[in-house]
């Protein structure tokens, strides 16, 4: 459906070339129609960035970008718009996403202004009725500006508005991190009845490992621009050190935080400074190896 | 006992009607304790937590009592508020972006508390600042401590708000959310500062609404809903069987536990009818409910504003 092959982009904030920042190095991501891949990692490692791409929002430094077998390489202009309508995002303040000056229902319509051939006047409205039943509005509720709504029903006006125009790939960029718990699970429920009735491949940003684990099918840990761990079932056997980090946290806070050890050494593993396995291998960085149901970034593990 | 906010009561008029925030809240606070105070978004939490610090808007009308060793805080003057606000009594604000000044260094703001209540001596206080940002992990000090709030991540900004909190030695801290929209390392990292903070004695007050954030430290939780306290337990015997039905829903909702939304109930729930206020999203509901209850004792001091645990009712 989607797929993203050695994706990798590089940021530097000056023309020297030196503060350059790898954000996202190496990346093959692959997501099917009515999959959900859920991506976990730190802030900073590189989620958002990844989304960007996927997105073609910003172009990747090197690596290709395929959407429903067609690579998105060299596209120009009109091919590229028709794309984009079926790449959508769900991103975590919807607050910032919405014009704070146009009505709820004026934004949920914004995707039918962009594409105007898809829908006209009559037929706009009667849609933009049954996207505020679909995603659980009052009609009353999309008559308001913004402000005037909680977080909660903001965010399911910006669902509203992402599959006006039924995409086949969604983002969601942590949509619930701002939610209390019981809003967080019916607007999960909402997300997860749509993407059945629409069959799009989605892809879940969270921190929340639990939430992680009650929708993906698949899991892929991020840590410092790479995935370092993807598969089935990543956070119950988790096998990369980082992930094993991050399962055993737990909320706890019985564990000290982690400092790294040293100096980055540059080439080695993205995780040498934290890792408490590493050996000699680790100052060449590792390929991704696959066993089986999993794909680990990592010298020392084998799957036996 | 340290604080004892009895039948508190804030209220905000806007336009037409009044917005009940906080409206009647009963609860003792001991000293050295950890307690959660949970509930939804506009649950009231926040306004409850601003009121023991005396930092409420000007536009709400605040009724009730709130003793701290003795003094009610309500009655009590600005300058004398001055005096334990931030000193005895320390808030970490949420939003951790918008609670910072853009323009002032992190160290400065963290050493503001100690300036105003402790230290006058510039050289001391730096020295205390460099302290508290190694304690908070914002390593290294001397390199962060003149560093503006635009050059740190948001989990540097938290933390750099718990320092600021403890700055001035506070016998309670009280934390607006101080994991929301954090990653799971600096979560980590304000519950190993928060569980320091406790093992030394600080009364902390956690508002919050990450249930598995609490599940593991805090003494007891009390759950908020539409401005009251629907249920006080301790922390063991609110998460292995939550007695109020609002507290089993937070509960259901929760990923692990199966994500089962509270069902939503119409407009009209938020009117204030002298029922149950729950009721229209209860499953529960009996014609009883129409009239509100009150918060029900239990021997080993737990408590829970629900019909269903009235023993009266079934002695009669």
């Known amino acids: 459906m989607i797929e993203g092959r050695d994706l990798t982009k590089i940021f530097s904030p000056d023309s020297t070339g030196k503060n350059r920042i790898i954000a996202v190095d190496n990346v093959n991501i692959r997501i099917e129609a009515g999959e959900t891949l859920t991506l976990v990692g730190e802030s900073g490692c590189g989620k958002s960035t990844l989304s960007r791409l996927l997105l073609l929002l910003i172009p990747p430094t090197r690596g290709e970008i395929f959407f429903e077998g067609q690579a998105l390489k060299g596209l120009k202009g009109k091919e590229l718009h028709s794309i984009r309508k079926k790449i959508q995002i769900e991103p975590q303040q919807p607050e910032s996403s919405l014009n704070p000056r146009w009505k709820i229902a004026y934004s949920i319509c914004e995707p039918f202004r962009i594409h105007p051939d898809l829908l006209r006047g009559r037929q706009i409205e009667e849609e933009l009725k049954r996207l505020i039943g679909l995603v659980g509005l009052e009609p009353e509720q999309a008559a308001r500006y913004p402000h005037q709504l909680s977080g909660g029903e903001l965010q399911r006006a910006v669902i509203a508005r992402a599959i006006a125009l039924e995409p086949a790939f969604l983002i969601c960029d942590e949509p619930t991190s701002m939610l209390d718990v019981s809003t967080q699970a019916s607007i999960i429920h909402l997300l997860k009845t749509l993407q059945k009735d629409l069959r799009c491949a989605l892809l879940f940003i969270t921190h929340d490992q639990g939430l992680a684990h009650a929708i993906g099918d698949r899991t892929a840990v991020m840590f410092a621009g790479q995935i370092v761990e993807e598969g089935r079932g990543v956070l119950d056997r988790p096998y990369h050190p980082f992930t094993r980090r991050i399962t055993s946290i737990s909320d706890s806070g019985s564990l000290q935080p982690s400092e790294p050890q040293g100096k980055k050494i540059p080439g080695s593993c993205v995780y040498y400074q934290f890792c408490p396995k590493k050996t000699e291998k680790c100052l060449h960085s590792p390929e991704m190896m696959e066993y089986e149901d999993r794909r680990v970034r990592c010298h020392n593990f084998s799957s036996a | ?316």
């Open chain 2, 1 to 316: 006992m340290i604080l004892d906010v009895q039948q508190l009561y804030v209220h905000f008029p806007v336009s037409s009607t009044v917005i009940r925030a906080v409206d009647g809240v009963d609860i003792n606070i001991e000293q050295s304790e950890t307690l959660a105070i949970i509930g939804e978004s506009g649950s009231g939490k926040s306004v409850l937590g601003l009121a023991l610090l005396g930092l409420l808007p000007a536009n709400c009308t605040v009724n009730g009592v709130i003793r701290y060793h003795g003094n009610n805080l309500l009655t009590l003057s600005e300058n004398e508020l001055e005096m334990i606000r931030g000193r005895k009594i320390a808030w970490v604000p949420q939003n951790p972006t918008g609670a910072m000044n853009p323009s002032m260094t992190v160290g400065n703001q963290i050493g503001e508390p100690i300036s105003l209540h402790i230290e006058k001596n510039k050289t001391k206080i730096r020295k205390k600042v460099l302290e508290l940002l190694q304690f908070v992990r914002i390593i290294p000090p001397e390199e962060r401590i003149d560093s503006y709030p635009y050059s740190f991540s948001g989990g540097m900004l938290q933390r750099s708000l718990v320092a600021m909190g403890i700055s001035g030695h506070p016998e309670v801290l009280v934390a607006d959310e101080p994991t929301k929209g954090i990653d799971i390392m600096n979560k980590q990292a304000i519950t190993y500062l928060l569980r320091v903070l406790r093992e030394e004695g600080i009364t902390l007050i956690i508002i919050t609404h990450d249930l598995p954030f609490v599940q593991n430290f805090a003494d007891r939780i009390a759950v908020m809903y539409s401005g009251r306290i629907v249920e006080i337990r301790g922390r063991q015997e609110f998460f292995d069987g939550p007695l109020h039905p609002y507290s089993r829903g937070l509960l259901r909702s929760l990923p692990e536990n199966g994500l089962h939304p509270i069902p939503s109930g119409t407009e009209d729930s938020e009117e204030n009818d002298g029922g149950c206020r729950f009721r229209v999203r209860c499953t529960f509901a009996i014609e009883r409910c129409r009239i509100e209850p009150p918060l029900i004792p239990f021997p080993d001091g737990s408590a829970v504003r629900c019909w269903l645990y009235d023993r009266r009712e079934k002695v009669a």
